[in-house]
């Protein structure tokens, strides 16, 4: 059977393939920060903000104006911080309302002014994108192919995003920037390249404290046997410094600009937790016995696990943003599942890697 994995950024897509036997179940990951009952009367900090009323809407509304109406949005929101009044059929009132629909279903109250709360918004917001959001894979296969004219597209925009869940990484980038905007946290689009590609990205200020985000690249796209491409949720490329995003040599992010220079990478990993067929298992892994003992709990476990997202940390390896320092330690952990045979190829893995160690491995039986 065929495993192929496909990383999507603006206009970059990496594909490498996979012999994988004896596949049969999946389960897809659990939507994100999902809280159980939404809040009857959901707050959101930009209602206390200085109200803008959007310009007349022209008398055609052709594709340069509607352009330009959610371009006076993202300003208004963004750029000048404050709360948009907006004129009757305003097209731009729906891309606002379903942006704060998000945050309504998946940013809780209490988040606000507490201790971590800019934490917690900040990772809701992460995930929903990279979740909900797919990536327009026939844009990018336009642009291979020498199509120019497309900044116009919407999947370079946030109606792209919260209209129709459809962008590359200039909308996503966009979208986040938006929503962090909406909540009264700081962010600021970065533009650059990933793997020598054109690539856009984020930064965000929590705790006083900037830190790199990549949207785009936290959805790892994957397909089986031949089929539609799926995709799995990723913090693989979540609230890192400038230096680890440079220097992880896989896919290196190179800044064309130096925005708030983030200095220090967040331990998304350290302290969590994953379960397992009824066992708890830190997602910091600090030897290949332990790595081999998650893999078992893989097998045995009476449902399906599609993904396991961990940070390898066993010490002496102090070239993980460098080399796949662990690639001889995951191939015999994936050897002790028994019943599946994966045959690893110098570009055939079945996993993605990540800065500081992090994986996301992916499991079929």
Sequence with gaps: MRFRL??????????????????????????????????????????GREPYTMSP??????????????????????????RPIFRDNDPAEAVYTA?????????????????????????????CLAYYVDYDFELYDAYKNGATALSSDPAFHIDGVFLHGKAVCDGLSRAFEFLCALEGISSVRVTGSLASVPHAW???????????????AAAAHYSVGGGEYRKQLSHGYFLLSDKTY??????????????????EDYDYYGGEQAEIGGETFPLVVTSRDGLTSLFEAVRKADKAVGKLEVRLDYGGYVQVNAADMYRDDIAAAYAALGNSDFRFHTDSVPYFRYPNGVYLFLFYY
């Design 6 to 47: 496909r990383v999507a950024a603006i206009v970059l897509v990496a594909v490498i393939s996979v012999c994988a036997v004896g596949c049969s179940r999946f389960s897809p990951d659990l939507p994100p920060h999902l809280i159980p009952v939404g809040e009857a009367t959901p707050v959101r900090p930009v209602d």
């Design 57 to 82: 809407l022209p008398d055609k509304l052709d594709e340069a104006a509607y352009r330009a109406r959610m371009d006076e949005l993202y300003s208004a929101v963004v750029y000048d911080g404050l």
């Design 99 to 127: 942006a704060r629909r998000i945050l309504d279903r998946y940013v809780s109250n209490e988040w606000h002014g507490s201790a971590d709360g800019e934490y917690n918004i900040v990772h809701a917001v992460h995930d």
């Design 202 to 216: 984020n930064k965000v200020r929590i705790g006083g404290k900037w830190y790199n985000v990549d949207v785009t």
């Design 246 to 263: 440079a220097e992880f040599k896989a896919q290196s992010h190179v800044f064309a600009e130096q925005p708030f220079v983030a200095t």
